[in-house]
C-alpha cells in the first residue's frame, strides 16, 4: 500500500507539470505523514544529513570549475588544437569537434556545458566551411553526450554518493568506454564524409599542432591534475573538485586572462544556481530514497525478482530498457537518484559490481539526454543553431542509433 501510494502520487505530481524535486519531497513528505511513522522533525533532520554528505561537496566545485573553463577561452583552444590534429582528414572539422568535446568533457564533468562550449564555435564554423547544419548539430548533440561519462562526471559523483560506491573507481571506470565511444563517433564521421565527400582542412604543419597544444597545455593539465591525484592517491575526488576549482579560477582570470577580476562575481553567481538546483533534487531525491528504504522496497523487489529466477543478464537488459525509457522524460541526475536506491541492492544481490552497474546507468542516461522528449542536449543545439526541436531530433537521430548500438 505504502510502496502504491509513493510511486502514484510521485507520477500525479510529475503529470501535474511540478519540477521533479518538489514532486519527489511532497510525495515522500505525504506517504510518510499517512502511512509511515517518522515524525516531522526527523524529516527536517534527514534532509539536512543528506546534504552534508561529504561525496556531494564535490558538486558545487566541479560545477564552479566548469562555469570558469566554460567562461573562458579553454574551450576555444581546445577546439584549435584539435583542427590541427585531425583537421586535414575526410570531414576532419567534424571529427575535430568530437575530439574537442572529448577533451572538455575531461573539465567541465557535464554534458549540456560541453555542447554549449563546444558546440557555440565549431557548428557556426562546420556550416561556414561547407558542411550542412544538420550535420553539424547532429554530431555536436551527441558527442556532448561524453560530459557526463568521461571523467570528472557529476552524474558519477550523485550515484557515487547514493549507493556509496568509490567515485573514483567510477571515474577510473569511466574512462575507457568514454574515449571508445569518442573514437566510434569519430571513425563514424570519416566514413561518411569520405562517402559524401565533405571538406577537409588544409594539413597543419608539425609546427602549428605543437603551437596549438603549448596554446592549450593549461586546460588540458586540468585533466592530469584532477585524474592524477586521484588515481595517485594524492587526494580524494572531493578534494580533486576543490582543487580544480582554483586552478580553473586561476587559469581562466591570470594565465589565460579571458576572463577580468569584475566578472568573476557573475561566473560565481551563475555556478551557485545551477549548484542549488542540482542540491535541492539531490536532497528531496535521498528523502524519496530513505521512504523506499524505510519500507524495504527495494529488498522486496529484489526478493521478487530473485524468485522469478532471473539471471543478472536478463535483470541488466531490463535495467537497461528502464533506463532508455526514463531518459526520454527526465534528466539524468533524477533518474539515478530515483532509481539507483532500488536497482543497487538487487544488483548486489545479484553479484553484479557496483561499478558496473554504474556505468550501464550513465551510458544509459547519457543517450536520454538526445532522447526526445526531455533530451537537454536537444534543447541546447536547439538554441545555439536556432533550429527547430524537430530538426535537430532528425539530425541527431542516426548518431543516437550509433550510441544505441554501441551500448
Known sequence: MTTTALFILLFVFMLMGMPVAVALGLSSLLTIMAFGHDSLASLSLKLYETSEHFTLMAIPFFVLAGAFMTTGGVARRMIRFAIAAVGHLHGGLAIASVMACVLFAAVSGSSPATVVAVGSIVIAGMVRAGYPQSFAAGVICNAGTLGILIPPSIVMVVYGAVTETSVGALFMAGVVPGLLLGLVLMVAIYIVARVRNMPRQPRASAGEVLAAGRDSIWGLLLIVIILGGIYGGIFTPTEAAAVAAVYAFAIAVFVYRDIGMRQVPEVLID??????????????????????????????????????????????????????????????????????????????????????????????????MVTPPVGLNLFVTAGITKMSIGQVVRAALPWLLLLLTYL
Open 271 to 368: 555556478a551557485a544556481k545551477v549548484t542549488i538546483m542540482l542540491m535541492f533534487i539531490i536532497a528531496n531525491a535521498l528523502l524519496f530514497a530513505h521512504v523506499l528504504t524505510t519500507e524495504r522496497i527495494p529488498q522486496a523487489i529484489a526478493e521478487q525478482i530473485i524468485a522469478w529466477d532471473m539471471s543478472a543478464w536478463q535483470f541488466l537488459i531490463v535495467v537497461n530498457i528502464l533506463l532508455l525509457v526514463a531518459g526520454a522524460f527526465m534528466e539524468p541526475t533524477g533518474i539515478i537518484l530515483i532509481l539507483a536506491p532500488i536497482l543497487f541492492p538487487i544488483a548486489t544481490q545479484m553479484g553484479i559490481d557496483p561499478v558496473h552497474l554504474g556505468i550501464i546507468m550513465v551510458i544509459n542516461l547519457e543517450i536520454g
